[in-house]
Structures are given as C-alpha cells and as structure tokens.
C-alpha cells in the first residue's frame, strides 16, 4: 500500500526541514529531522542548486495550471515562511552531508527529493507536498537574496508534460 515503506527502511525520510543560508559556507544549509527524531544537515552548493531550481519552477507552474484552488502569492509564501516557530535545531554531533546530486520524482502527488552523496549513495528523502512547492521555492529565493546570488534561476518556466512530471537526477 505505500510504495516508500522500502525507502523509509533504507534512508531516513525527513519530516520537517529548514532553510538557512550560512555567510560560513557560502552554501544553503538545510537542517532536517526524522520521524525518529534524529536530525541531520544538508549542505547545498549554489551550482546544484542553480540546476535545481528551474526543474522545481517548472513543477510548481504545472502544479499552479492544474491546481483550481487558488494558490499563496510569492508575498505570502515568503511572510509564511518567516513566521514558523518550528525551526529545526540539530543536536551537536548531528551529520552533515554535502549533497553533490539530488533525484527528484513525483510519489502519489507529491515531489520526492532524494539526497545523495558523492558516492551517488541515498543519505535521506523528503516528500514535498504539492502546496509546499511555492513555499520552498521561495525559502530558496529568500537565501538566494541573502547570498548575493544572481536571481535570474528563478524566472518563470514553461511548462512541458515531459519535463515536469518525469524523474530526473541534478548533479
């Protein structure tokens, strides 16, 4: 009945994450937790993310035509994302992964991020809720500002069956 019962039992699938832009590392920092309570750190580069980005705009605008439920604005997404209280804090000793590929599909409408490591092993998984896509979308943008990074990644896709729909690995 779930098609992730064997995913969950190999990588530990996160269930609440946050983004951060860390001036340290000149990279994003996504902090997760696990159902189990366990937390880990990600570490995004701006030349993954710069090839991530349009695969996750051109979702989030075929997500946006087929959707009839009228959807947050890029205002309200951002004044969202500022007002959660339920930041993700991670325990000293806690890993840290820097992510050199990231596959990414849709599970049962939802987007499935799957991080790897530089030895293309899966470390962990998220599974983005449709309505959660505009949101994330913008938490990237947020730090993108924050870098300094040029903006021009987030430009408005056109959406195409083929490419929003089908799996695909960044690196």
Known sequence: MNDLAPLANAVPLLVTITLGYSIEQDRIRLRGVDANGKTLTLWLTARLLN????????????????????ELTGADALESIG???NEVQCAPGSPELLVTSIDLSIHEGQLLLLFKDAEETCCVAFLMPPEVLQQWNAGLKQCFEQAGWSQSVFQPQTPSGAASHGAITIH
Do not use: D, E, V
Request: charged residues 15%; without cysteine.
């Open 83 to 85: 007002k959660q209280s």
């Open 51 to 70: 090839r991530l980005i349009p695969h996750l705009i051109k979702r989030q605008a075929a997500i946006t035509l087929s959707n009839t439920n009228p």
